[in-house]
């Protein structure tokens, strides 16, 4: 565990600084580590997952001024764990353009209605949407023509589940307008999709941009179950995904790491979310890929020409390991000693303190060498199967 010095007497002379040190800025931390490469992380306590992995830890809110300054003046660039962070407050202390990505191009993603308002302008698909206020001030034949149920979102912060409401009638939306500040949420109209995919690349300082494959996510109450890769999809709608992807990048002259997920059913293909950062949906980019998407925003943020993107093998399956009820009978240690004994497993452990109900705890990512997707889904299965006998889903 680093311990903690006065910042005044450290040299300048950490390659990367991240802003956070969740789970994301661990494995970001470890990419960085494999390539010899200094890391400092800002976040609230050197116990947080990136903590264990860092040079040096600025104990410090990540959303407080003092510390991002405290880490400007540490590190040659910063990158962030997520997107939630301070435009205007980081605008007033970055002279030197020292964030990857810019403040300015992750300026239109930090939030639901910026970024809504950047995928009508580029005319991308997305599902219909209103704020809340404009939706209020519809007539009752404008709110006629959106059928129930409507998905409720968070306008900044949700995540694994969390900010998202499934509306099933007009009394419900009522119900909601009364008791909740709606000032905070957006509407979107219900997708009834098919599947749901995700596109992780990455965009350097030369516009390269490179793609992992697009992979299928499986969720359970909106939260990412499992992950099959590559996805069961054909070449029109794999290169429509890349085009979207590219001219949101383009457009913003965006550096760094991407995802996107998608909806896909009658509708065609529809943009759930933009994610200004690395993802879940390619943390099977560890050890199925000739780099990882934490490898890529290393490299990038660094000035290494990031590693073309190849799989190792013909699939991989990516689970996740979400916290369970103090009630169930097998402790984490046991669950790890057990998952680590399923051949072929690749385990990571984000190292928290706390195991509470749904929150991600870790993944294991297994390479598939099936020689066709039906055969890859159905080892998939029985793996899944295998792990949740270990370590069930609190969704189930």
Known sequence: MNQKKNIENIQKNYSIGIIGGGQLALMLAEAAKNRGIKVCVQTKSSNDPAGSKADYVIEADPLKVKGNKDLIKECEKIIFENEWIK?????????????????????????????????????????????????????????????????????????????NTKINTREDLNSFFVETNSEEWIIEEWVDYKNEFALVGSRDFDGTIRFFPIVETFQKN?????????????????????????????????????????????????????????????????EAC?????????????????????M????????????????????IKKRLELLSQIRGSNLHWYGKSKESVGRKMAHITFLLNEDNQSKRFVKSKEILNKVREIWPSPND
């Open 87 to 163: 435009i205007e407050k980081l605008n007033s202390i970055d002279s030197k353009n020292i964030f990857v990505p810019s403040l300015e191009s992750i300026q239109p993603l930090v939030d639901r209605i910026s970024q809504k308002i950047l995928i009508e302008r580029l005319n991308l698909p997305s599902p219909r949407w209103k704020s809340i206020e404009e939706f209020k001030s519809l007539n009752d034949e404008e709110i006629e023509s959106w059928n129930f149920p409507l998905m409720i979102k968070s306008y900044k912060g949700g995540y694994d589940g969390k900010g």
């Open 222 to 286: 909106n939260i990412c179950d499992w992950v099959l890769s590559p996805a069961e999809i054909d070449y029109d709608l794999k290169t429509f995904a890349k085009n979207i992807f590219s001219s949101i990048v383009n457009e913003l002259d965006y550096v760094g790491v991407m995802g996107i997920e998608f909806f896909y059913g009658d509708k065609g293909l529809l943009i759930n979310e933009i994610a200004p950062r690395t993802h879940n949906s390619a943390h099977f980019s560890i």
């Open 290 to 310: 000739s780099s990882s998407q934490f490898d890529q925003y290393v490299c990038i943020s660094s000035g290494i020409k990031p590693p073309e993107i190849k």
């Open 312 to 331: 190792h093998s013909q699939g991989s399956l990516m689970i996740n390991l979400l916290g369970l009820n103090k009630k169930f009978p097998l402790s």
